[in-house]
């Protein structure tokens, strides 16, 4: 079956620029996951939907960084103002709605953003 | 902040050789997880942990979790260039109004396996 895809692959903008990423989550995983993972680090948690709802967005640097699920399905990551320091990967990752422990999450390929 | 600390950050072996990679925090978590992940795309589970002192085989990989289930290890037999890629351990705790198992990465062990 389909897994999570994430569009575009690449991005490139200029500083101060608007941008959107998008997430489309494996078909009937409720929990939808994004991460930034930067050059030599692991992924960073940013925000976590349990269908249209943020559950917990404690992730998010700033106020320029916001993300939408409106019909608790694909979902969309924007970025005002961008700055050089925002260049990352950025990573989609879904999962079942049952919590626990194990909490398998399915990464997406990523968005590479950069920001020249 | 990155909570786990991983070694080596790099490891550049030759195909036929043992080596464990190790992953190690303060904190105390729900269970631990090991990814890898490939150049261009996202990590892929290996294996998760939840008991201390817990033990896992996947074919040539063997995962331990730390009897306190502060810490974790990965044991690969006989190493592969197939075996090429990002090791990242992750450690999952509640959180975010009870709802939320969160995933705290490492920032990863290189493996290079050459033929």
């Known amino acids: 079956g389909a897994g999570v895809s994430q569009t575009p692959s690449n991005k490139v903008t200029e500083k101060g620029k608007y941008v959107e990423l998008r997430c489309d989550p494996i078909s009937g995983h409720t929990a939808l996951y994004w991460y930034r993972q930067s050059l030599g680090q692991g992924p960073e948690f940013l925000i976590y939907?349990?269908?249209?709802?943020?559950?917990?967005d404690s992730g998010l640097p700033n106020d320029r960084f916001f993300a939408v699920r409106p019909e608790g399905s694909v979902s969309t990551l924007k970025i005002q103002r961008t700055e050089r320091g925002d260049s990352a990967v950025y990573l989609c990752?879904?999962?079942?709605?049952?919590?626990?422990?194990?909490?398998?999450?399915?990464f997406g390929p990523g968005t590479r953003l950069t920001v020249l | 902040t990155q909570l786990l600390e991983q070694s080596p950050q790099f490891l550049s072996i030759q195909e036929g050789e043992n080596l464990t990679v190790y992953c190690n925090s303060s904190s105390v978590f729900s269970s631990l997880q090991w990814y890898r992940q490939e150049p261009g795309e996202g990590p892929v589970l290996l294996v998760t942990v939840v008991t201390g002192g817990e033990v896992k085989k996947l074919k040539r990989l063997t995962f331990q979790f730390g009897d306190a289930r502060k810490d974790s290890s990965l044991h690969i037999t006989a190493a592969q260039p197939g075996d090429t890629g990002l090791y990242l351990c992750?450690?999952?705790?509640?959180?975010?109004?009870?709802?939320?198992?969160?995933?705290?990465f490492g920032k990863g062990t290189l493996l290079t396996v050459n033929p």
């Open positions: 939907f349990q269908g249209t709802g943020a559950a917990d």
């Open positions: 992750a450690g999952v705790k509640l959180a975010g109004g009870g709802s939320n198992y969160k995933l705290t």
């Open positions: 990752a879904s999962s079942l709605a049952r919590a626990g422990p194990y909490n398998e999450q399915f």
